[in-house]
């Protein structure tokens, strides 16, 4: 009898790896020493110096919470697998997993003057994570992976929108070797935009 969920594995697998690559992302928050703190207002300083390894942490859960919710609705679109799909949805996790290196990056020097490499790689890697995006939904459409014609139809927005994404975030990854806080400002207000799309299409 053929399966009916053949994919229930690798959306299991995937969630699975969603959800460490999340809790990955708080391990570089980490308490100031008790033996540099004398008192309640050099707590309060100590912890006023974790705001950009806070702000690094919310942007960047965000941006894989959006990224699982983006997966959970790919994965209801398609009933049978490939190969190339099973390989390409790696490479995404791939992407996924990485992202709490550039966000501790950027959390460590955000307001410093040397902040240019550390947006560099952050909006490289979604610039990377787009492109998985792309291979992903391409390999649903060209196997012809999805349920019905609505499917397929969401499975193609998906494809053109990480061809949108692709472009924004390697040239926001080159303008931030010259600009990065400007293009720190523009990643986040593209990721409130993504999340309220997402809201809005569920």
Same mark, same amino acid.
């Not at 053949?6 to 969603?18: H, I, K, Q, T």
């Not at 309640?40 to 699982?68: D, K, N, Q, Y």
């Given at each position: 009898?053929?399966?009916?969920?053949?994919?229930?594995?690798?959306?299991?697998?995937?969630?699975?790896?969603?959800?460490?690559?999340?809790?990955?992302?708080?391990?570089?928050?980490?308490? /100031?020493?008790?033996?540099?703190?004398?008192?309640?207002?050099?707590?309060?300083?100590?912890?006023?110096?974790?705001?950009?390894?806070?702000?690094?942490?919310?942007?960047?859960?965000?941006?894989?919470?959006?990224?699982?919710?983006?997966?959970?609705?790919?994965?209801?679109?398609?009933?049978?697998?490939?190969?190339?799909?099973?390989?390409?949805?790696?490479?995404?996790?791939?992407?996924?997993?990485?992202?709490?290196?550039?966000?501790?990056?950027?959390?460590?020097?955000?307001?410093?003057?040397?902040?240019? /490499?550390?947006?560099?790689?952050?909006?490289?890697?979604?610039?990377?994570?787009?492109?998985?995006?792309?291979?992903?939904?391409?390999?649903?459409?060209?196997?012809?992976?999805?349920?019905?014609?609505?499917?397929?139809?969401?499975?193609?927005?998906?494809?053109?929108?990480?061809?949108?994404?692709?472009?924004?975030?390697?040239?926001?990854?080159?303008?931030?070797?010259?600009? /990065?806080?400007?293009?720190?400002?523009?990643?986040?207000?593209?990721?409130?935009?993504?999340?309220?799309?997402?809201?809005?299409?569920?």
């Amino acid at each position: 009898m053929a399966d009916p969920h053949p994919n229930a594995r690798l959306e299991a697998f995937c969630d699975a790896v969603f959800a460490i690559a999340l809790t990955l992302l708080i391990i570089d928050i980490k308490i /100031p020493a008790s033996e540099g703190i004398r008192s309640t207002r050099e707590l309060w300083l100590a912890l006023r110096h974790l705001g950009p390894s806070f702000f690094a942490f919310v942007l960047s859960f965000a941006i894989i919470l959006i990224t699982w919710v983006n997966h959970h609705h790919f994965m209801r679109s398609v009933n049978k697998s490939s190969g190339s799909l099973v390989y390409a949805n790696g490479f995404l996790l791939m992407t996924v997993v990485f992202m709490p290196f550039p966000a501790a990056l950027v959390g460590e020097y955000l307001l410093t003057d040397h902040v240019a /490499p550390a947006v560099v790689i952050y909006d490289s890697v979604t610039a990377v994570q787009a492109a998985a995006w792309i291979l992903v939904t391409g390999a649903a459409l060209r196997n012809r992976l999805t349920k019905d014609e609505k499917s397929a139809g969401l499975v193609r927005d998906g494809h053109r929108n990480g061809y949108f994404a692709f472009v924004v975030y390697s040239l926001l990854a080159l303008i931030a070797v010259w600009f /990065p806080l400007t293009v720190v400002v523009v990643t986040t207000m593209l990721w409130a935009y993504w999340l309220t799309f997402s809201l809005r299409a569920n």
